[in-house]
């Protein structure tokens, strides 16, 4: 029986993206050797969207976190140093905006509607 989901970056600055996780987001960590950090995550959701393969294409992966209170979150992440890449957004699902993270990564941040 599945029970959990392990996610993967793939990252050009491993060790920085680890801080971000665990001193911005503040995600409780196992250090399993050698500072590699399995990182425990709270509750999760998996969807399935359509795609006509164009964009994004078929076999994309997407990884988002998401909040009760977008703009309480995003004064707390701000005042640990996150930075976002644009302002709130309403995308249907829910409002939505962008963490900038070490490795270039962009990850969407999301109070859903449903």
């Given at each position: 029986?599945?029970?959990?989901?392990?996610?993967?970056?793939?990252?050009?600055k491993p060790e920085e993206l680890?801080?971000?996780?665990?001193?911005?987001?503040?995600?409780?960590?196992?250090?399993?050797?050698?500072?590699?950090l399995i990182f425990d995550v709270?509750?999760?959701?998996?969807?399935?969207?359509?795609?006509?393969?164009?964009?994004?294409?078929?076999?994309?992966?997407?990884?988002?976190?998401?909040?009760?209170?977008?703009?309480?979150?995003?004064?707390?992440?701000?005042?640990?140093?996150?930075s976002f890449s644009q302002g709130?957004?309403?995308?249907?699902?829910?409002?939505?905006?962008?963490?900038?993270?070490?490795?270039?990564?962009?990850?969407?941040?999301?109070?859903?509607?449903?």
């Open positions: 029986m599945i029970r959990g989901l392990h996610s993967l970056f793939y990252s050009s680890r801080a971000f996780l665990r001193d911005k987001l503040g995600l409780p960590a196992t250090d399993i050797g050698e500072g590699w709270p509750e999760a959701h998996l969807g399935v969207h359509p795609t006509d393969g164009k964009e994004p294409p078929s076999g994309t992966t997407h990884l988002s976190f998401y909040c009760d209170d977008i703009e309480a979150t995003m004064a707390g992440l701000q005042a640990k140093g996150v709130v957004e309403d995308h249907g699902y829910g409002v939505v905006v962008f963490m900038e993270a070490p490795g270039g990564f962009r990850i969407q941040l999301y109070q859903p509607k449903y």
